[in-house]
């Protein structure tokens, strides 16, 4: 795929969010041994365009600030003027990852720019919720948690599972498969007791397990483990990214495919996840990661 030896891209506006998000961008960076560049996009404006300011500043200051961070790492900056989605959504056309803070100068909890890109890009787009805690310049990024994947059977959880996998080898890192599921019988309004979930769990580890049966032939030195979750899938992955060090998603939220697809799930678990988020999209007419 294109994006397969292409740079990573992290959009930066001066915050502290993007400068934490600068530094999971730069470790990225210096994982897949790509060039990063700090992209800064200005607002549109009917009048010509400004002269030098610190505003066209912001994407050369993150360029040499992940420099210092990453030793080795080669950063550029640039700036472009136009609407932040539109421009981000073009340069990730051909970049090996995207990263966005959750939030940015407009401070909500997942800013519209990275709820439309976590929608839909041509590249995998990492975002990374409360990123201001990694702006330190002392600040040390999680390196001991797993990686965790949420799986659910579908195309889009194939492909998460493929990009997990290669996260956890790229980082020597544990990974956990993890599964949300409802017993259509589960807490039936009217039943004097919840119903045995013994066998229901035994399936949906031994699929888990199938599920991941290549991809450990493929990557052998990776410790898997498989968790089944019983209940809701937001709150099950939530709960699970406060030991993660990364989570990795599909573009359909994990969810029990028996349940009609919730987009509100993708975006609670982004807005409360204790860890930053790879969401795995795929470029067009493409399956991903290869």
């Not at 990063?36 to 404006?45: F, G, T």
Request: glycine share 8%; hydrophobic share 40%.
């Amino acid at each position: 795929m294109a994006y397969r030896f292409g740079p990573v891209v992290v959009g930066v506006d001066g915050s502290e969010h993007s400068v934490g998000a600068l530094r999971w961008a730069a470790e990225q960076a210096h994982q897949y041994t790509r060039t990063l560049i700090a992209l800064s996009v200005l607002p549109e404006s009917p009048s010509p365009p400004p002269g030098p300011s610190r505003d066209r500043d912001v994407a050369a200051e993150a360029a040499a600030e992940a420099r210092r961070w990453r030793v080795g790492v080669a950063a550029v900056g640039t700036t472009e003027v136009g609407r932040p989605v539109a421009v981000l959504r073009r340069h990730a056309r051909d970049a090996r990852l995207l990263v966005v803070a959750s939030r940015g100068t407009g401070g909500r909890a997942l800013g519209s720019v990275t709820e439309a890109l976590g929608v839909r890009a041509d590249c995998p787009v990492l975002i990374v919720h409360d990123a201001q805690r990694w702006a330190a310049p002392d600040a040390v990024l999680p390196r001991k948690g797993p990686v965790v994947v949420g799986y659910d059977g579908s195309a889009s959880a194939r492909r998460a599972l493929r990009v997990a996998f290669e996260e956890a080898a790229g980082r020597g890192s544990r990974l956990v498969v993890v599964r949300a599921w409802h017993h259509p019988d589960l807490w039936r309004p009217g039943r004097s007791r919840c119903c045995d979930l013994t066998s229901d769990e035994a399936a949906v580890r031994g699929g888990l397990h199938e599920a991941a049966a290549p991809w450990r032939a493929r990557f052998p030195h990776v410790d898997v483990e498989v968790r089944s979750e019983p209940g809701e899938a937001a709150e099950a992955l939530t709960v699970v990214s406060q030991w993660a060090a990364l989570m990795v998603l599909g573009t359909r939220c994990p969810d029990d495919t028996e349940q009609p697809a919730n987009p509100s799930v993708m975006r609670r678990v982004l807005e409360r996840a204790a860890c930053p988020v790879l969401v795995a999209h795929s470029p067009p007419g493409g399956p991903g990661f290869r």
